[in-house]
C-alpha cells in the first residue's frame, strides 16, 4: 500500500501509458510548459521526447481533429484541454465527429480518442475559465464521460479511458489534485465497459450521488452527521450510466439527493432523480428527491459571489437533515 | 462570371491533353473509371428524382477526373478522406457501385452498413478512411491520419478532399498551420468548383484562389485544370512521390465546375446565383469529352470500343442498383447495437 494523491494518480497512468502503449501519444497546448497543467504532466516530454509528448499550436479544432484522425488511423491519442472552456472550440469535433464515427459507418471505423478536460475554478476566474459542462458531453450517445473523484480512479480510470475502444471526454477536477488516498501500489486495468458508480460509503438512511468534485463536497458535508446512516455513491462514469447501484440504494434508503458541481437546467441531477423515479414504488420515497448544483448564473468573479455560487458542504448538511426530517403526507 | 474568370485563372488553364507519357492499357482503365463513376452518378441522380432514393445526395458530374487521377497514386496504407460529395472519391477507390448503391438506400449491404447514406461512405481495405458532410470536418481528420502515418514511418501519406467552401472554415487555417509546423505527409486537395451550395466564389471570397491559404502557412500548392485528367496524373504523381520521401504538406487547387445543383437531381441553374452560360462552358471543358476526343485523335482508342466500354458500365449499374433493391434492411437491434463497442 501507498499514498497517493489525485495529481500524482493523474501523472503515473501517463507514465503507465506511455511505457506500456507505443500507439499511445498525447498532444495540447502547454505540455512543454512548467504551469499549464500543474503537475499531472511533469517533465513528461523530457522523458519520453517532444514526438509523443506534443505541444500544440493555439488551434483547438485543429489539433482536436487531428487526435480523432490518428485515432481512427490506430493510435491511441489523448489531448489535454487545460481548460474545459477552451474544449468548446473543439466540439465539431468531439461531438459530430469522434461520438458518431461508429454508428455512422454502421460499425466499421471508431475514433476512440480521449479528450482530457480539466476542470479548473474559484479564484476569481469568471464566466469562461470556470466551466465543467459534463452534463452537455453526457447528454450526447457515442461519448463516454468520465469524472473520476478519488485518486485511484483519477489513475485507473485514466487508463482505462485511453484503452477504451470508444472516444472519452476524461474530466478532472484542480480542487481534487491534492486529496490522498491509501492504494495498491499496482495499477487495477478496468475495462471501461464494466464501470459501475462507486459505493463509497455504506448507510441505510439516505443516498447522496456525487459527480467527481461533488463526491468530496458531500463527505466533507457527512463529517459533522455521525448519527445519520448516510450512502455515498460516486458516478464515475456520465455516459452510459449503469443505474441499478443507485436504483438498489434508493429502495433501500428510500431518500435521494444529488449533489452536482454544474447548473440545474438540464443537467445531470435531474437526469439521476428522473431516471430513479421511473424505476422505482413512489411509495418508497420517504422525502422528495432534492438536487444541489449550481445557480443557473455564469460564474461570477467578485469573491462575496463566488462564495455563494459554488456549493458549500454546509448546505449540503442542511438539505440531509431536511431531508431526514422531512413527513410526506 | 465566365470572361472574370479567365482573365483571372490565366487562359492558359485549359490545355490540350498531353499524351506523351500514358500507354493505351493505362487510359483505358482511367476512362472505364470516370465512365462509372458517371453513371453511378446519373443512376443515383434519376432515382432521387424518382423518389427511390430519400437520403441527401450531392452530385459530382463534372468532377470525375480529380479522383480519377489520386486514386492512380494511392499506396497501401494511405489514408483518404472525403466530404459531402464524395461518390466519385469513393468509387474511384473501389469501382464498388453494388456497396454505394445500398448505402444510399439505407441497406445493410451497403458501406457503412445502411447507417451512412450517400453522405457517409467508406471502405478502409481500399484507402478511404471516410466522407463526413460538415463543411472542413475531415481537414483535421485527415491531417491527424497524417500525423499516424508519420509515426509509422512508411511513406503512407493522407489525402483530404475539400472544396472551395471548406476553406472558409477556420480549421482549414489550423490543419494546414499544424501540417506546415508538424511536416505531415498530406495532400490537401481543394476541388474548387467555384460554388458553395448556391453562392459563387466571388459573392464570397475577395480572391478565386483558395491556394493563398496554403501560402500564408509555408504550404507548397499549385493551382491546377481539375478537368484535365492527363496533367492532374503527371503532377500528381510528382508530387505524391515526393511527399512520400520527404514528410510535408502539399494543397493542390483543382478548379473545376459541377453541373448539378448543391444537392440532388435538379440542374438549379439559376438558383440564387444565374449560371447557365458558365455551365455551357464547362460543358464544353468536361474531363471525359477531353479524354474520349484526345484518345480517338490519337488514335488510342475506337467510337466502337468506347461504346463497349459504355455497354460493360451500364451493365454493370444496372446490375447492382437490381441487387441493391433487393438487400436488407438493417436489422431494428443495430440501432443501439453500433453505438459503443
Given at each position: 500500500?501507498?499514498?497517493?494523491?489525485?495529481?500524482?494518480?493523474?501523472?503515473?497512468a501517463?507514465?503507465?501509458?506511455?511505457?506500456?502503449?507505443?500507439?499511445?501519444?498525447?498532444?495540447?497546448?502547454?505540455?512543454?510548459?512548467?504551469?499549464?497543467?500543474?503537475?499531472?504532466?511533469?517533465?513528461?516530454?523530457?522523458?519520453y521526447?517532444?514526438?509523443r509528448?506534443?505541444?500544440?499550436?493555439?488551434?483547438?479544432?485543429?489539433?482536436?481533429?487531428?487526435?480523432?484522425?490518428?485515432?481512427?488511423?490506430?493510435?491511441?491519442?489523448?489531448?489535454?484541454?487545460?481548460?474545459?472552456?477552451?474544449?468548446?472550440?473543439?466540439?465539431?469535433?468531439?461531438?459530430?465527429?469522434?461520438?458518431?464515427?461508429?454508428?455512422?459507418?454502421?460499425?466499421?471505423?471508431?475514433?476512440?480518442?480521449?479528450?482530457?478536460?480539466?476542470?479548473?475554478?474559484?479564484?476569481?476566474?469568471?464566466?469562461?475559465?470556470?466551466?465543467?459542462l459534463?452534463?452537455?458531453?453526457?447528454?450526447?450517445?457515442?461519448?463516454?464521460?468520465?469524472?473520476?473523484?478519488?485518486?485511484?480512479?483519477?489513475?485507473?480510470?485514466?487508463?482505462?479511458?485511453?484503452?477504451?475502444?470508444?472516444?472519452?471526454?476524461?474530466?478532472?477536477?484542480?480542487?481534487?489534485?491534492?486529496?490522498?488516498?491509501?492504494?495498491?501500489?499496482?495499477?487495477?486495468?478496468?475495462?471501461?465497459?464494466?464501470?459501475?458508480?462507486?459505493?463509497?460509503?455504506?448507510?441505510?438512511?439516505?443516498?447522496?450521488?456525487?459527480?467527481?468534485?461533488?463526491?468530496?463536497?458531500?463527505?466533507?458535508?457527512?463529517?459533522?452527521?455521525?448519527?445519520?446512516?448516510?450512502?455515498?455513491?460516486?458516478?464515475?462514469?456520465?455516459?452510459?450510466?449503469?443505474?441499478?447501484?443507485?436504483?438498489?440504494?434508493?429502495?433501500?434508503?428510500?431518500?435521494?439527493?444529488?449533489?452536482?458541481?454544474?447548473?440545474?437546467?438540464?443537467?445531470?441531477?435531474?437526469?439521476?432523480?428522473?431516471?430513479?423515479?421511473?424505476?422505482?414504488?413512489?411509495?418508497?420515497?420517504?422525502?422528495?428527491?432534492?438536487?444541489?448544483?449550481?445557480?443557473?448564473?455564469?460564474?461570477?468573479?467578485?469573491?462575496?459571489?463566488?462564495?455563494?455560487?459554488?456549493?458549500?458542504?454546509?448546505?449540503?448538511?442542511?438539505?440531509?437533515?431536511?431531508?431526514?426530517?422531512?413527513?410526506?403526507? | 462570371?465566365?470572361?472574370?474568370?479567365?482573365?483571372?485563372?490565366?487562359?492558359?488553364?485549359?490545355?490540350?491533353?498531353?499524351?506523351k507519357?500514358?500507354?493505351?492499357?493505362?487510359?483505358?482503365?482511367?476512362?472505364?473509371?470516370?465512365?462509372?463513376?458517371?453513371?453511378?452518378?446519373?443512376?443515383?441522380?434519376?432515382?432521387?428524382?424518382?423518389?427511390?432514393?430519400?437520403?441527401?445526395?450531392?452530385?459530382?458530374i463534372?468532377?470525375?477526373?480529380?479522383?480519377?487521377?489520386?486514386?492512380?497514386?494511392?499506396?497501401?496504407?494511405?489514408?483518404?478522406?472525403?466530404?459531402?460529395?464524395s461518390?466519385?472519391?469513393?468509387?474511384?477507390?473501389?469501382?464498388?457501385?453494388?456497396s454505394?448503391?445500398?448505402?444510399?438506400?439505407?441497406?445493410?449491404?451497403?458501406?457503412?452498413?445502411?447507417?451512412?447514406?450517400?453522405?457517409?461512405?467508406?471502405?478502409?481495405?481500399?484507402?478511404?478512411?471516410?466522407?463526413?458532410?460538415?463543411?472542413?470536418?475531415?481537414?483535421?481528420?485527415?491531417?491527424?491520419?497524417?500525423?499516424?502515418?508519420?509515426?509509422?514511418?512508411?511513406?503512407?501519406?493522407?489525402v483530404?478532399?475539400?472544396?472551395?467552401?471548406?476553406?472558409?472554415?477556420?480549421?482549414?487555417?489550423?490543419?494546414?498551420?499544424?501540417?506546415?509546423?508538424?511536416?505531415?505527409?498530406?495532400?490537401?486537395?481543394?476541388?474548387?468548383?467555384?460554388?458553395?451550395?448556391?453562392?459563387?466564389?466571388?459573392?464570397?471570397?475577395?480572391?478565386?484562389?483558395?491556394?493563398?491559404?496554403?501560402?500564408?502557412?509555408?504550404?507548397?500548392?499549385?493551382?491546377?485544370?481539375?478537368n484535365?485528367?492527363?496533367?492532374?496524373?503527371?503532377?500528381?504523381?510528382?508530387?505524391?512521390?515526393?511527399?512520400?520521401?520527404?514528410?510535408?504538406?502539399?494543397?493542390?487547387?483543382?478548379?473545376t465546375?459541377?453541373w448539378?445543383?448543391?444537392?440532388?437531381?435538379?440542374?438549379?441553374?439559376?438558383?440564387?446565383?444565374?449560371?447557365?452560360?458558365?455551365?455551357?462552358?464547362w460543358?464544353?471543358?468536361?474531363?471525359?469529352?477531353?479524354?474520349?476526343?484526345?484518345?480517338?485523335?490519337?488514335?488510342?482508342?475506337?467510337?466502337?470500343?468506347?461504346?463497349?466500354?459504355?455497354?460493360?458500365?451500364?451493365?454493370?449499374?444496372?446490375?447492382?442498383?437490381?441487387?441493391a433493391?433487393?438487400?436488407?434492411?438493417?436489422?431494428?437491434?443495430?440501432?443501439?447495437?453500433?453505438?459503443?463497442?
Amino acid at each position: 500500500m501507498k499514498k497517493l494523491k489525485y495529481s500524482q494518480g493523474i501523472l503515473d497512468a501517463f507514465h503507465y501509458l506511455l511505457d506500456h502503449h507505443k500507439e499511445f501519444f498525447v498532444i495540447g497546448q502547454g505540455l512543454w510548459s512548467p504551469w499549464y497543467v500543474g503537475s499531472t504532466m511533469k517533465d513528461l516530454d523530457k522523458k519520453y521526447g517532444k514526438e509523443r509528448v506534443i505541444d500544440s499550436p493555439v488551434s483547438e479544432i485543429g489539433v482536436t481533429g487531428a487526435a480523432v484522425g490518428a485515432s481512427i488511423a490506430g493510435y491511441k491519442p489523448l489531448v489535454v484541454h487545460p481548460r474545459v472552456d477552451f474544449m468548446l472550440l473543439a466540439v465539431d469535433q468531439i461531438v459530430n465527429q469522434a461520438a458518431k464515427w461508429r454508428h455512422m459507418f454502421g460499425g466499421k471505423s471508431s475514433a476512440p480518442a480521449t479528450f482530457r478536460a480539466i476542470i479548473n475554478r474559484g479564484g476569481e476566474q469568471g464566466a469562461q475559465h470556470s466551466q465543467s459542462l459534463h452534463s452537455w458531453f453526457a447528454h450526447i450517445p457515442g461519448l463516454k464521460v468520465v469524472m473520476p473523484y478519488s485518486p485511484k480512479d483519477a489513475r485507473d480510470l485514466l487508463i482505462s479511458s485511453v484503452l477504451a475502444d470508444d472516444p472519452v471526454v476524461f474530466m478532472d477536477d484542480r480542487w481534487l489534485y491534492d486529496e490522498e488516498e491509501s492504494v495498491e501500489n499496482d495499477f487495477e486495468l478496468i475495462d471501461l465497459r464494466q464501470v459501475k458508480p462507486n459505493i463509497l460509503k455504506e448507510g441505510n438512511q439516505i443516498t447522496l450521488v456525487g459527480i467527481g468534485h461533488s463526491s468530496k463536497i458531500i463527505m466533507d458535508a457527512i463529517g459533522s452527521l455521525e448519527n445519520i446512516s448516510a450512502e455515498v455513491i460516486d458516478l464515475r462514469l456520465l455516459n452510459p450510466i449503469d443505474y441499478s447501484v443507485i436504483i438498489d440504494s434508493v429502495n433501500k434508503t428510500g431518500r435521494l439527493i444529488v449533489v452536482d458541481g454544474d447548473w440545474s437546467s438540464c443537467g445531470i441531477a435531474s437526469e439521476i432523480i428522473s431516471s430513479v423515479c421511473e424505476e422505482i414504488n413512489p411509495k418508497s420515497f420517504k422525502s422528495k428527491p432534492v438536487k444541489i448544483t449550481l445557480t443557473d448564473a455564469p460564474a461570477p468573479t467578485s469573491k462575496p459571489l463566488e462564495d455563494i455560487y459554488y456549493i458549500n458542504p454546509k448546505t449540503v448538511t442542511n438539505k440531509i437533515l431536511d431531508s431526514i426530517n422531512e413527513k410526506i403526507d | 462570371m465566365q470572361n472574370d474568370i479567365f482573365e483571372k485563372l490565366g487562359n492558359n488553364l485549359f490545355k490540350q491533353l498531353d499524351f506523351k507519357d500514358f500507354d493505351s492499357k493505362e487510359l483505358r482503365k482511367m476512362l472505364f473509371k470516370m465512365l462509372l463513376i458517371r453513371k453511378a452518378e446519373e443512376k443515383i441522380s434519376d432515382n432521387v428524382e424518382n423518389g427511390v432514393i430519400k437520403c441527401p445526395c450531392h452530385l459530382a458530374i463534372g468532377q470525375e477526373a480529380i479522383p480519377t487521377a489520386i486514386s492512380e497514386l494511392v499506396e497501401k496504407n494511405d489514408k483518404i478522406f472525403g466530404a459531402h460529395r464524395s461518390h466519385g472519391h469513393y468509387l474511384s477507390l473501389n469501382l464498388d457501385t453494388f456497396s454505394l448503391f445500398a448505402e444510399v438506400l439505407g441497406k445493410v449491404d451497403g458501406c457503412s452498413s445502411g447507417f451512412g447514406g450517400s453522405m457517409h461512405t467508406i471502405d478502409i481495405k481500399n484507402n478511404f478512411y471516410g466522407s463526413v458532410p460538415i463543411v472542413g470536418a475531415t481537414i483535421p481528420i485527415a491531417t491527424g491520419a497524417a500525423l499516424a502515418n508519420k509515426f509509422d514511418k512508411n511513406g503512407s501519406i493522407a489525402v483530404s478532399y475539400f472544396g472551395d467552401g471548406a476553406c472558409e472554415e477556420g480549421v482549414l487555417h489550423e490543419s494546414l498551420n499544424l501540417a506546415s509546423i508538424m511536416k505531415l505527409p498530406i495532400v490537401y486537395v481543394c476541388e474548387n468548383n467555384l460554388f458553395f451550395s448556391h453562392l459563387r466564389i466571388d459573392l464570397r471570397q475577395p480572391d478565386l484562389f483558395t491556394s493563398r491559404y496554403a501560402k500564408a502557412h509555408k504550404v507548397e500548392s499549385l493551382v491546377i485544370d481539375g478537368n484535365n485528367l492527363l496533367e492532374l496524373t503527371k503532377t500528381l504523381k510528382y508530387i505524391i512521390s515526393k511527399i512520400r520521401k520527404d514528410p510535408k504538406p502539399f494543397f493542390i487547387e483543382a478548379i473545376t465546375y459541377r453541373w448539378k445543383g448543391h444537392v440532388g437531381h435538379r440542374d438549379d441553374n439559376d438558383v440564387g446565383v444565374k449560371r447557365s452560360e458558365d455551365l455551357k462552358f464547362w460543358k464544353s471543358k468536361y474531363p471525359i469529352k477531353r479524354l474520349t476526343e484526345g484518345m480517338i485523335k490519337n488514335k488510342l482508342i475506337s467510337e466502337n470500343e468506347i461504346l463497349e466500354i459504355k455497354n460493360e458500365i451500364n451493365h454493370k449499374v444496372d446490375s447492382d442498383w437490381q441487387k441493391a433493391l433487393e438487400s436488407k434492411f438493417p436489422t431494428d437491434n443495430l440501432l443501439i447495437e453500433k453505438v459503443y463497442s
